[in-house]
């Protein structure tokens, strides 16, 4: 490689970083695409753990898919109701659900994904209703497809933003495709998925939405954190003038 070519290492200090703070995150078991997509498409603005209970649910009451498809829409939605906005997500989802059944030869499943290009897969999936970006890039990188993708949520985004990785004006669109352009091309799908789930937990408990700035001074990210920095510079002089 050419010396003056210049590797941007930053992610993979990020990486090290977080994973000497918070250690490995808990393997993720791989579900099919179908489940994946039913999943990621609840979950949109709701906690993980609501989002699983809504899966459950609707597992629980409907032994298959083409029954959660073929339901009267009322009871789909009664069944996800914890999540939010379930009035706009029960019909999505079962519109969903008949349009991949038509696609698919009548088959309910997207197991025909595998081996197609994960923009391929992506520009398919981004077409339906209620499928942005991070759900099309967590059917790609979570599910057994386990293609190249960062699901950005808003943690993901706001801490990009946050230690300047991307500018503050991009989208989350946007953040994800600069994030993968810089992420090491010796980093498998599954590593990815492990970055995002260290940023997602960074943000959880310290790199919070609000009321973050007292978890700077201790916290990992500092040395590479501009936001951080300013802070934490920001208390010190303001302290020489109590
Ligand atoms: S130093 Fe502060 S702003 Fe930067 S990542 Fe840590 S908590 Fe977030």
Redesign the pocket.
């Known amino acids: 490689m050419s010396p003056f070519l210049f590797q941007d290492t930053r992610l993979e200090e990020l990486h090290q970083a977080l994973l000497a703070a918070y250690g490995p995150p808990p393997q993720r078991e791989c579900w099919p695409p179908l489940r994946q997509l039913v999943y990621s498409m609840l979950s949109s603005r709701t906690k993980t753990e609501v989002s699983h209970e809504a899966l459950y649910a609707l597992e629980k009451r409907f032994a298959t898919w083409k029954q959660v498809r073929d339901a009267p829409e009322q009871d789909v939605l009664e069944t996800i109701a914890v999540v939010k906005f379930p009035e706009k997500k029960a019909p999505a989802l079962q519109k969903a659900l008949r349009r991949i059944t038509r696609q698919n030869g009548g088959k309910l499943n997207l197991d025909f994904l595998h081996g197609h290009s994960e923009e391929r897969i992506r520009r398919w999936l981004e077409s339906f209703e209620g499928v942005g970006a991070k759900t099309s890039a967590s059917v790609v990188n979570f599910s057994t497809i386990r293609g190249r993708a960062i699901a950005v949520d808003s943690h993901h985004d706001r801490?990009a933003k946050?230690?300047h990785l991307v500018p503050q004006s991009v989208t989350a669109d946007e953040t994800e495709r600069r994030l993968l352009q810089m992420a090491p091309v010796s980093w498998t799908p599954a590593m990815l998925d492990e970055h995002h789930s260290l940023v997602k937990r960074h943000g959880q408990v310290?790199?919070t939405k609000i009321d973050?700035e007292k978890?700077?001074a201790a916290?990992p990210?500092?040395a590479m954190?501009p936001?951080?920095a300013e802070?934490v510079d920001g208390n010190k002089s303001s302290r020489k003038f109590d």
Request: hydrophobic share 40%; with cysteine.
């Open positions: 801490i946050r230690l310290r790199c973050f978890h700077c916290c990210l500092l954190c936001t951080g802070i």
